[in-house]
């Protein structure tokens, strides 16, 4: 009685969110434009995926720094790219933070590290976006807004800051950002390891030696770097992407539950 009271109450809060928030078409349109690897999907993929930006608007708080207005064009385009990797495993990825914080250009962080002998060394460090765990999530517009440029080298690496951090988030809901999303038990945790760490030391690798890549080769950091700029491949550019990394490619797909390649 109680489960069946609790869904209709669920379901007419959506109905009600979806049509507070309903995306206009050619707002749709211009998002779809900006973003082709999104208008690449299929019909369905995207009725839903326009249902789940309805839902993620309702759910979001957006805020602009230093006088820049997130206008609803801006806050689509977030949502439209943050709810592409939670298409079919639903929005409750993304309950552990509200605001979204944005800015116009990209911001200088001070930073400091200690090296092998004690050393504390600062640092600048330009941040096109950053995930904290519980929130809130930044990003800065100049990093997002280009439209694609049909010129542009067939293997320069993929750049996508919005999957980029929400792989983040993917990441860290389980309290750690380690390049391992929560699963299912931890055998399932211990294959992914496997995979993971065999695929990033033969990643570096290539980056040292200096081969281009379509994955980001800041993905070299670490494990968990290496997670998100393949995350990012994997949706904008995902034939390219399963050509180059197949195992990674599946381990996506699985996790995911997704095929964009196919
Ligand atoms: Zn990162």
């Known amino acids: 009685m109680w489960t069946a009271l609790s869904r209709a109450w669920t379901q007419r809060r959506e109905a009600q969110a979806l049509r507070r ?29 326009r249902r789940l930006c309805s839902l993620f608007l309702a759910s979001k708080e957006f805020h602009g ?7 609803d064009e801006v806050a689509l385009a977030v949502a439209a790219q943050a709810c592409l990797p939670v298409l ?3 929005l409750s990825w993304y309950e552990g933070f509200v605001g979204i914080v944005m800015h116009a250009d990209e ?18 460090e330009e ?18 807004e280009g439209l694609p440029d049909p010129a542009a080298a067939q293997d320069q690496a993929i750049f996508n800051v919005v999957i980029h951090e ?32 065999g695929q990033w030391q033969r990643f570096c690798e290539r980056v040292d030696a200096g ?15 290496f997670f998100a700029v393949a995350v990012e491949a994997f949706f904008v550019a995902p034939k390219a992407m ?21």
Do not use: C
Not at 169 to 185: E, F, H, T, Y
């Open 107 to 124: 911001v200088v962080a001070q930073r400091e590290f200690m090296d092998e002998d004690g050393v504390v060394h600062a640092f600048e």
């Open 21 to 49: 928030h309903a995306i206009p078409e050619p707002l749709w349109q211009l998002t779809l434009l900006r973003y082709p690897f999104l208008a690449e999907r299929s019909e369905a993929d995207l009725a839903e995926l």
């Open 65 to 71: 720094v230093g006088g820049f207005e997130v206008s």
């Open 211 to 225: 081969e281009p890549s379509l994955i980001d080769p800041y993905g070299a950091e670490s494990p968990e770097e």
């Open 166 to 197: 929400f792989a983040h988030v993917i990441d860290m809901r389980d309290g750690w950002a380690d390049g391992v999303p929560p699963l299912a038990n931890s055998q399932a945790r211990e294959q992914w390891l496997a995979v993971l760490e």
């Open 242 to 262: 399963r050509a180059e990394e197949p195992v990674m490619y599946q381990l996506l797909a699985d996790f995911f539950k997704q095929d964009p390649a196919a």
């Open 88 to 90: 079919r495993l639903g």
């Open 127 to 144: 941040l096109a976006g950053e995930a904290m765990e519980g929130g809130p999530l930044m990003l800065t517009w100049s990093a997002m």
